[in-house]
């Protein structure tokens, strides 16, 4: 039976990383979510996402909701033969995309300067951070 005394006891994707890398990867993430970059980072990210992800659901949850409540101003054809509440399924679409749209030119560039505003104030206070993947 292999020695496990210096393994972390439940590493998570089955590779046999030693107990103090683990406690070191611990300790680099409490010192990450000290600086106040980071917690700007994060307070900046839950002020898009959140509302974001509100108005999703709220817009996804309005079309059963109509047609349940309202089903004849929603089979009301249009044009075509298009009703009312298939345009508002087709809408649906456009909304993510937009949605995506409006993170990526307006919303990630922010978060990408502040990553790199993290990363000088990691550097500058020496916290030795692995920086494998990423950009």
């Known amino acids: 039976m292999a020695d496990t005394k210096d393994r972390a006891p ?3 994707s089955g590779d ?7 406690l070191e990867k611990e300790k680099v993430i409490e010192n990450l979510e000290e600086i106040p970059e980071f917690q ?3 307070k900046s990210k839950a002020r898009f996402i959140i509302p974001a992800t509100i108005f999703f659901l ?10 349940g409540f309202f089903p004849d101003t929603m089979d009301t054809r249009l044009f075509s033969g298009f009703s009312v509440a298939y345009l508002f399924a087709l809408s649906q679409f456009f909304m993510a995309w937009i949605l ?4 990526l030119l307006y919303f990630a560039p922010k978060i990408d300067q502040m990553v790199r505003n993290i990363i000088k104030a990691v ?3 020496h916290i030795k951070v692995s920086r494998k993947g990423g950009r």
């Open 10 to 12: 439940f590493a998570s």
């Open 16 to 22: 046999d990383i030693p107990a103090s890398q683990e």
């Open 40 to 42: 700007q980072l994060e």
């Open 58 to 67: 709220v817009y996804y949850f309005a079309l059963p909701v109509l047609v």
């Open 100 to 103: 995506a749209f409006l993170y």
């Open 123 to 125: 550097e500058a206070r």
